[in-house]
């Protein structure tokens, strides 16, 4: 495609368990599930990868027949150089990762995850290397019962003392969570 590479991946799955084979197909309990891998490499340097998963059961919880589906896709887009230079990138990645997860097969606990990733290893004098990790995370359900947003910075050194054969690691991580449903126990909101 393009001159370049692109790999293709599929993956399906279908079972029925713990049925009676003579009652009517509608009884049946059932679960299938599915994966899609796709991977296209641009030019030498940078690769787009795909990921879908989606596994769907219909069970059975004290005699009451419940469905349960879980969704999701991820997007990955990896920069990496043959030859990294000094002080500049040798290794970037871009991960996209919404889900949708649902107990009772989309109702009202339908719940969302959403994640935005961003990795970045620069690489430094004597094969050391700082990396700059940054992590967005949200997560929703339709009844808004569950909406908070985690916001994650993480830095991080690995360089090399060859003289005496040690590699060092220090890092520095900061976290922040934003629960937007309110709760009584907030000091603010007492009187909700």
Known sequence: LLDSDLTLDAEFAYGN???NTFEMISKHLRGFAWIIKSKYKVIDTI???YEQKAIGRNFKVEG???TRDNTSHTIDL???PKDPIVWFPSNHS???KPEIVSPDGGGKS???YTTVQSITDFKLPQDSKFIFDYKYY???DKCNCTNYLTTTIKSSLEYNLKSIQTKIKPSYTFERKDDMVLSPTDE????Y
Request: aromatic share 12%.
């Open 78 to 80: 990896v920069y990496r």
């Open 17 to 19: 368990y713990d049925e």
């Open 47 to 49: 690769s787009l990868n």
């Open 94 to 96: 871009i991960r996209f």
């Open 188 to 191: 603010k909101k007492k009187e």
């Open 110 to 112: 339908k719940i969302r």
């Open 64 to 66: 009451a027949s419940q």
């Open 138 to 140: 949200r997560e929703i």
